[in-house]
Nanobody, 126 residues
Framework: QLQLVESGGGLVQPGGSLRLSCAASRFTLDYYAIAWFRQAPGKEREGISC????????KYTESVKGRFTISRDNAKNTVYLQMNSLKPEDTAIYYC???????????????????WGQGTQVTVSS
């Protein structure tokens, strides 16, 4: 089955930037829509962004819109989340998720995705 591994998390000061990566193995991501979710301590898992398999459609929640950018490089079998202007409330474990869904569609819905990575910790603190 498809396997996803997140990387790029760490400790960053408020206002700083990080780029998260979601790398796939066993299968290529060409026909998969990808989403990023996060879960802060004591909070429910929150969907923050998604990208269609074609890369032609992206979506963001209001809390990250304008600060985060999702992108994909199918040649590298990797999806990225560029995070700028980070705030303490962005502190969470970040997960990527995938579903085989060709076309220009994606949804920021946890139940829509079949495959999940292990998560990477992002901590924003001074």
């Amino acid at each position: 089955q498809l396997q996803l591994v997140e990387s790029g998390g760490g400790l960053v000061q408020p206002g700083g930037s990080l780029r998260l990566s979601c790398a796939a193995s066993r299968f290529t991501l060409d026909y998969y829509a990808i989403a990023w979710f996060r879960q802060a301590p004591g909070k429910e898992r929150e969907g923050i962004s998604c990208i269609s398999s074609s890369g032609g459609r992206t979506k963001y929640t209001e809390s990250v819109k304008g600060r985060f950018t999702i992108s994909r490089d199918n040649a590298k079998n990797t999806v990225y989340l560029q995070m700028n202007s980070l705030k303490p409330e962005d502190t969470a474990i970040y997960y990527c998720a995938a579903i085989r869904r060709p076309g220009d569609v994606c949804y920021i819905l946890e139940s829509w995705y079949d495959y999940w990575g292990q998560g990477t910790q992002v901590t924003v603190s001074s």
